[in-house]
C-alpha cells in the first residue's frame, strides 16, 4: 500500500542554519509523482514542488533544494540559510498511476513543524 | 492567480446541527477535494469530485456527503455534527493530471 512518511514532528533551529526535511515513500507504482506542501501559520497549503518518478535530478529553487532518491525511497527538502519566514508546517506527498485518475488522488505524510528563531 | 475560497474561517456549531462549508475555485478546475487535518494525522481526504455531480469516497467519508452542482463549488456537509467532527477542513482543486493540488485557507469547525 502507499504510504509517505516524515519521521521529523518539530524541527527547531536559528536563522541562517541549514534544515533538512525527510519525506520516505512507499509505493508498489513504478510511476508516480512527489510534492512538497508549505502550510504557514495563516492555514493555506502552498504547492512548492512536483516530481516525477523518472527524473532523479536534485532541483534547486533559491534557498530550498530537493534530493529525490529511488534507491532509498526518499524525497528529502533542504532549506539553506534558513529565514524566520520559512517557519511552518511542510508536508510530503505522494500520488500513484499512469492515468489523469490517479494521479489526482494525493497521500499526505503527518507533516514536520519547522520552526525557525531569530 | 489561482484563488480557492472557502465560506468561513472560523464556525462554531451545536451537536446535531446540520453544517455546511462551501468551497468555491475560479480556476476551472475539473476536480475538487475535501480533506480535514487533525494534528498528528496529517491531512485525510473526506470526498472528492472529478466533474459536476461526480463524486467519490476519499478515506474517511462516514458522517459527511457533499454536493457539486457547478464547477466552481463543491459543498461539504455534516448531516449531524458530532463533536469528533471538529477539526480544519481544507478544500482544494486541481486540473487532471497534473496532480498538484491549490488549497483554500481553510475552515476550523468546532462542534460543541
Known amino acids: 500500500a502507499q504510504k509517505v512518511t516524515q519521521a521529523q514532528t518539530e524541527i527547531s533551529v536559528v536563522e541562517k542554519e541549514d534544515v533538512t526535511l525527510d519525506c520516505v515513500y512507499e509505493?508498489?507504482?513504478?510511476?508516480?509523482?512527489l510534492f512538497w506542501y508549505k502550510q504557514p501559520p495563516s492555514g493555506e497549503l502552498v504547492f512548492l514542488i512536483r516530481?516525477?518518478?523518472?527524473?532523479?535530478q536534485n532541483e534547486i529553487s533559491g534557498r530550498y533544494s530537493w534530493n529525490f532518491q529511488k534507491s532509498t525511497s526518499s524525497f528529502n527538502f533542504t532549506i539553506t540559510a534558513s529565514q524566520v519566514v520559512d517557519s511552518a508546517v511542510y508536508f510530503c506527498?505522494?500520488?500513484?498511476?499512469?492515468?489523469?485518475?490517479?494521479?489526482?488522488?494525493?497521500?499526505f505524510g503527518t507533516g514536520t513543524r519547522l520552526q525557525v528563531f531569530p | 492567480d489561482v484563488k480557492v475560497t472557502q465560506s468561513s474561517r472560523y464556525l462554531v456549531k451545536r451537536t446535531g446541527e446540520k453544517v455546511f462549508l462551501e468551497c468555491v475555485q475560479d480556476?476551472?478546475?475539473?476536480?475538487m477535494f475535501w480533506y480535514r487535518q487533525d494534528p498528528g494525522l496529517g491531512l485525510r481526504l473526506i470526498y472528492f469530485?472529478?466533474?459536476?455531480?461526480?463524486?467519490e469516497k476519499g478515506d474517511i467519508p462516514e458522517g459527511y456527503s457533499v454536493s457539486r452542482e457547478k464547477k466552481e463549488r463543491f459543498s461539504l456537509i455534516l448531516e449531524s455534527a458530532s463533536t469528533n467532527q471538529t477539526s480544519m477542513y481544507l478544500c482544494?482543486?486541481?486540473?487532471?493530471?497534473?496532480?498538484?493540488?491549490?488549497f483554500g485557507p481553510g475552515t476550523r469547525l468546532t462542534v460543541t
Open positions: 480556476m476551472d478546475h475539473e476536480n
Open positions: 506527498a505522494l500520488s500513484e498511476g499512469v492515468d489523469a485518475y490517479n494521479t489526482d488522488k494525493l497521500i
Open positions: 516530481r516525477n518518478s523518472f527524473d532523479e
Open positions: 509505493t508498489r507504482d513504478t510511476t508516480y509523482y
Open positions: 482544494a482543486s486541481s486540473t487532471p493530471g497534473r496532480g498538484e493540488q491549490y
Open positions: 469530485s472529478y466533474d459536476v455531480k461526480m463524486k
